[in-house]
């Protein structure tokens, strides 16, 4: 019998306060103090140490536990006002498709749905980083949209009509506007943008008939801010959250096809290697897993919606409101402009080639 682990087989070689961020604080209280089970353990426990109902302390707690419970309500009312009634997902019967699925968070995807028995397609220039099993790689410019209707037929013939979309390739080269060249805009706007286009277009129509379907749009939290040396990444990543909204409204009419939209922040994967992180507690570097988590969460339990990534990403939307001053005060604090100088990226080939 192996022996239990002991505790140096936790260590780390980050520092203990390096793992504290305010996302983790978040998650916590989340689940304790503002969800309606853990704010109505006070009054019980007031109860059992004999407090009467009249008593100050018991009546507040009282109160604290029903604002927490009614907000809790009204949030779930909200979400399902938003976006409907989950849709029914059954793993036997559906067929995922992933562009940019050869490395990273879309890689990661691949491999979680392959191993529970899922028909899985990868659409990418190269073929996976690592073997994946029951995953079929076509190789694909996915912002050529002759090389995409090509695939696609392929794909509906070997595996059938796809019920899952993620689109997720994207390319960032980390550069000035005058440093970049025509070739790596155009790469930028084929792989970051174009790309959504031509999957949603071949693979819309069969979720249509099939009457299910889920389209997971990957953007990010720079589509809310453009820092320096993300002008066509920013850009194009503005670009696909507002295809997403359009698309939401253009399905609304059917039920059981649902949109995601994942704005995740900085992912520790190579495509934004070297990006020097301005606060790690308050804008701490995603893990792939968790945030690959989160995706199939949603897709597993049929659900439409908006996915922000980490904490900070759900209210920098606001900053826009502020006086101009206030916003360039903010992001000289956050840093944000500096964040690049350091961007190594993949190499150049990888970069062309659409991975995420």
Excluded at 70 to 84: C, D, E, F, K, T
Aim: negative net charge; hydrophobic residues 40%.
């Amino acid at each position: 019998m192996e022996a239990p682990p002991t505790p140096s087989g936790f260590r780390t070689d980050k520092p203990l306060l390096s793992l504290l961020n305010i996302d983790l604080l978040a998650q916590v209280a989340g689940i304790t103090f503002f969800h309606p089970l853990g704010a109505w353990m006070l009054p019980l426990s007031l109860r059992t140490l004999t407090f009467q109902w009249h008593h100050p302390p018991m009546w507040g707690s009282m109160l604290y536990a029903t604002i927490v419970t009614v907000a809790w309500l009204l949030q779930s009312l909200n979400h399902r006002l938003a976006y409907g009634k989950n849709r029914e997902f059954d793993k036997s019967e559906e067929v995922l498709v992933i562009t940019g699925g050869s490395s990273g968070l879309g890689l990661l995807l691949a491999q979680v749905y392959g191993m529970r028995g899922m028909s899985v397609a990868i659409l990418d220039v190269n073929e996976p980083e690592v073997e994946v099993r029951n995953v079929e790689f076509y190789k694909c410019d996915v912002g050529n949209y002759q090389d995409v209707q090509a695939v696609s037929k392929q794909i509906i013939e070997d595996l059938g009509p796809p019920s899952v979309l993620v689109n997720n390739a994207a390319v960032v080269h980390g550069k000035t506007i005058l440093d970049l060249s025509e070739d790596e805009i155009q790469s930028t706007f084929g792989s970051n943008v174009l790309s959504n286009f031509w999957t949603i277009k071949e693979f819309l129509p069969g979720m249509i008939e099939a009457k299910r379907g889920t389209i997971v749009t990957i953007s990010s939290v720079l589509s809310h801010i453009g820092p320096k040396r993300c002008s066509d990444y920013s850009a194009s990543k503005a670009a696909v959250r507002l295809l997403h909204e359009s698309l939401t409204a253009e399905v609304a009419q059917y039920d059981n096809i649902k949109t995601l939209l994942v704005s995740p922040g900085q992912i520790s994967t190579p495509l934004f290697d070297g990006v020097d992180t301005p606060s790690t507690f308050f804008a701490p570097v995603l893990e792939p897993v968790d945030v690959a988590k989160e995706i199939m969460s949603a897709i597993d339990s049929g659900a439409g919606g908006n996915l922000d990534l980490p904490l900070y990403s759900k209210w920098i939307v606001v900053m826009h409101t502020l006086p101009v001053s206030i916003q360039r005060l903010l992001r000289w604090v956050s840093g944000c402009d500096d964040a690049m100088k350091n961007f190594r990226g993949r190499n150049a080939t990888d970069n062309m080639n659409g991975k995420n």
